[in-house]
């Protein structure tokens, strides 16, 4: 190789560096062309010179191709950087070395970034939205997912409100909205429909299946009756009615015969509960409507006597007690008078006729059968005066018999003696 030839190769390696800027050590290019220099003239002919030639010249290629990529790419960078600063818009005030980042702790960077912006949207303030009220909606809540049978609970709730919302024209019928204890009343729904279940919720801790149903109060107070019905439809329907439960009274009486305004001649009877309306019933179709009656029986024998007693409220109770007459009052006629004219019974008649109202047919009669004296009226009574004006003598005695029509229509007969006193 001529030295021309290799003064060529040098020219061409330098022409292709030329302009790159490439970390010079003159130390190892002077060992270099020394060599070169020391050993190009004793080996320029020989093939172990060209074998080396080829070998530096290869070690010389592979250390500039290195030096020529990294000073393109310096030079790339700063041309770049050359361009931006250029750009009128564009400034850049310093080359800032680029490092890598794990994809892991890039990943929890573009995180943390979400999170703020999220955060930044919920701090802004949303415009409210006005509800009109004409177009205001029930909201039905919407559960999870894995939550199934509340949901259709929930749906099934909703539907039976909105039933029972549609269908509330169905009332309760009672036959009473107020009643009295213990006093039975009917209950009924305002419509038949079909039904699939019925119940009654009467507030006292009864209930009833029925469609029509019967029930009565132990205590008075207010109660609410429920009816609870579930159609064919599985709609519900709910409705109730209050119900007035007023005070019911106490029928009670006694009775006795030992007073002396009730020796011999009646019965006085006495109630328990004062205030009230009362109604007695005496057993001989007899009837008062005294607190505390007395009562005359003119025959002996056993008598149903009943006490009815009526509220304020029209709440009424009523019990019967059976007296026993030990005697027979015969109408309470006198065995003896003194017809004497000292003031003192001077005149006869059955006591029992003088406080009756009822028609009567009263005669007197002598030993004999001879009738001396007959009556109908009450205050006609006899004085001892006896046939063609005369009177009758102390010791005499007489009978009487008297015909009493009582209310039934019936004609019923008493009668006795009397023994004439001086």
Known sequence: MSKNKITEFDQLIKDSVNGFEAPYDANAWNSVESKLKARKESFISSSAFKIAVALTSAAAVLIFSFAFFQSKENNTKKSSIVELKNQPNNKVTEEK????????????????????????????????????????????????????????????NLVKTKSEEVNNSIDILASKIEVCVNEIFTLKPSDSIAVSSLAWDFGDGNSAKRFNAKHRFKEEGNYFVTLTIVDINN???????????????????????????????????????????????????????????????????????KLTVENEFGCADSIQ????????????????????????????????????????????????????????????????????????????IFFWIATVKEESGDLNEYGGSIVVSN
């Open 97 to 156: 070395t680029v490092e890598l980042i794990p994809i892991k702790e890039q990943q929890v960077e573009k995180e943390t970034a979400v999170v703020e912006i999220e955060q930044n949207l919920k701090n802004q303030e949303a415009p409210k939205k006005e509800i009109s009220p004409l177009k205001e909606e029930k909201i039905i809540p919407i559960l999870e997912k894995n939550s199934n049978q509340e949901t259709e609970n929930d749906i099934s």
């Open 235 to 305: 709609n519900l329907i709910k409705t109730e009615k209050q119900i007035v439960v007023n005070p019911k009274p106490k029928a009670d009486f006694d009775y006795e015969t030992t007073d002396f305004q009730c020796h011999n001649s009646s019965i006085c009877f006495q109630s328990y509960e004062p205030n009230l309306n009362f109604k007695w019933n005496f057993g001989d179709s007899k009837i008062s409507n005294e607190e505390n009656p007395k009562h005359t029986y003119f025959r002996k024998g056993h008598y149903n006597v």
């Open 321 to 396: 007690k059976q007296v026993y007459v030990m005697r027979a009052y015969n109408l309470l006629a006198p065995n003896a008078f003194s017809p004497n004219g000292d003031g003192q019974n001077d005149t006869w008649i059955p006591i029992a006729l003088m406080n009756s109202d009822k028609a009567f047919n009263l005669k007197i009669v002598d030993a004999n059968g001879i009738v001396v004296f007959t009556t109908n009226n009450s205050n006609n009574t006899w004085d001892g005066t006896i046939l063609n004006g005369s009177r009758a003598n102390s010791g005499d």
